[in-house]
């Protein structure tokens, strides 16, 4: 697809960047959707992007109709991809003169009206009402702190690419998307806009309902961005002079070789293997014991909603954050009690981002339980404790 919308050199760059992106490797080994939403968005831009172009064959039309519609059922942010597709086929059929052309597709834009619709109803909308995922605590996407663009990226020089890296550099990844829309709208480029409404739309729905717009949930739109960035940044580097593109071609040379850099130390020498949390899943359902309960951090509810079926009840699972008690996150300053129920307790969190947990919210929790076992499985610890009703409770009732 690169090479279809691209010159060699430009495709090279998309590729080389998508191939050697740590965070889309560790995606696809890590048994969540997040490599299927980024194949997915590939296929329908693929199929779609001749029938935005121009003109073809109306059982090719509607071959591509039918997958599109398919999506939706196993990839949530196929909607946002089928969305920007709509539109551009839909834009063009306000002038007068592409009216029949509007029409023409009208019956694939009603057929993904329905699926996404039906698709909402017996599949997100259950998720939706499931109290443990709507209380989850995501992390925000750092676009809203650009004055702290020169940390991340000082950060990220310093980790040479660590896996946050995709977090870190975010805002430029933001400069770079501007720039390239900007560039799409002078040139009226349908293809460069039917990569970038995706985004536009994802960016929407997260303001519209105060979610935050977090890079897992944005892996699909990798590929378009790297896409985008090389048709509209390659189109104007190609219209200066000479000296301007053999620096952005050395620069682009220089990203490469780090990101190549980034991956190898990172999968191969510094962290042979991916982080997988259902080996400490696994462990808390092996040693269950009727009456125990779970209080999961920020980051250690995902696994346990993803893998702890068999811990499918809110009467088990507790999610630690600043809505329940027992922890603050961010470093906060204020006390929040510490959990009152007798009994086996577990907790489980994750070491890179909470390396302050057992400090923060156990601290004191030692003196009035009992600490049974602690183990860790790679990044995701798990600790139990047992409290009894004999317990004599911390000073002042409260624990940071």
Request: aromatic residues 12%.
């Amino acid at each position: 697809m690169a090479a279809r919308l691209t010159p060699p050199f430009e495709a090279i760059a998309a590729t080389g960047f998508f191939a050697m992106s740590q965070t889309l490797i560790g995606a696809s080994v890590g048994v969540k959707p997040y490599s299927l939403d980024v194949l997915i968005a590939i296929l329908l831009i693929w199929l779609y992007l001749p029938i935005v172009a121009a003109e073809v064959d109306r059982a090719v039309s509607w071959t591509a109709s039918l997958v599109g519609a398919l999506s939706l059922w196993i990839s949530f942010p196929a909607i946002f991809v089928l969305g920007s597709i709509g539109i551009a086929i839909a834009a063009p059929g306000l002038q007068r003169a592409r009216r029949a052309a509007l029409f023409r597709h009208a019956p694939f834009l009603a057929l993904w009206a329905a699926s996404a619709g039906l698709a909402y109803w017996y599949s997100a909308r259950p998720g939706l009402l499931n109290p443990r995922v709507v209380s989850h605590r995501h992390y925000e996407f750092p676009l809203h702190d650009p004055h702290l663009m020169v940390v991340w990226v000082l950060e990220a020089l310093q980790n040479l690419g660590s896996i946050s890296t995709s977090v870190r550099l975010a805002p430029v990844a933001a400069i770079v998307f501007a720039i390239s829309l900007g560039s799409a709208i002078l040139r009226r480029s349908r293809t460069s806009i039917a990569l970038a409404v995706p985004m536009l739309l994802a960016f929407l729905a997260s303001v519209l309902q105060r979610y935050p717009w977090i890079p897992r949930l944005i892996f699909f739109l990798v590929p378009l961005l790297l896409l985008l960035a090389a048709l509209e940044c390659g189109a104007l580097m190609r219209s200066v002079g000479t000296r301007p593109r053999r620096v952005a071609a050395l620069l682009i040379i220089i990203a490469l070789a780090y990101s190549a850099l980034s991956a190898v130390k990172n999968v191969l020498f510094e962290d042979p293997g991916f982080d997988d949390p259902r080996g400490a899943v696994a462990s808390i359902l092996a040693h269950w014991q009727p009456g125990d309960h779970i209080y999961a951090s920020d980051a250690g509810l995902p696994p346990l909603i993803y893998y702890g079926s068999m811990l499918n009840s809110d009467s088990r699972l507790s999610f630690v954050s600043p809505r329940k008690p027992a922890y603050t996150p961010s470093g906060s300053a204020r006390y929040v009690p510490l959990p009152t129920r007798e009994g086996r307790l577990w907790f489980i969190y994750f070491v890179p981002n909470e390396i302050d947990y057992d400090q923060d919210v156990l601290s004191h929790f030692a003196e009035r339980a009992e600490l049974l076992e602690r183990t860790q499985f790679k990044h995701y610890v798990v600790t139990l404790w047992l409290l009894s009703a004999s317990a004599s409770p911390p000073q002042n009732g409260l624990s940071p």
